[in-house]
């Protein structure tokens, strides 16, 4: 299957992602802070869109995404990427959030999986928990 992805976040991690998913045959989109890293990307063929959190997108942007994925770092004041573009991603078929280990916790060295307790026990991993758990139950209402 093949579709639209748009990802927040074209950093390190959305971009290597984008890589794979234009490879496989995906049409590849997504977002980045500064007019300078928007002309990298269309260098490298990706559509780009400048966002800084505070505005949505226009529609066009992401009106034809299938699935969307999000790598931005919940803010203090939530996740940007859900505040502004709520409304248009609830026309998706998929929505991924790429989060951190951070949100674990602290186990000493020992293995950590996707069966483990979230314990996270700094500020920024508990954002992200709470982000994640926030995205979920907005997914879920829209089924």
Known sequence: ?????FIFGLGYCGLEIAKLARAA???VAGTCRTSERVDELKQQS?????FDGTAPLPAEALGQATHVLCTIAPGTTGDPALKTSARV???ARWLGYL???GVYGDH???WVDEDTLA???QPRSRSRRKTAVDRSSSSSSRR
Do not use: Q, V, Y
Request: glycine share 20%; hydrophobic share 30%.
């Open 119 to 121: 314990r996270p026990s």
């Open 46 to 50: 990706f559509e780009a869109h400048l």
């Open 108 to 110: 000493g060295g020992g």
């Open 25 to 27: 045959g995906w049409s």
């Open 99 to 101: 989060s951190t280990t």
């Open 89 to 91: 991603l609830r026309h």
């Open 1 to 5: 299957m093949t579709g639209r992805l």
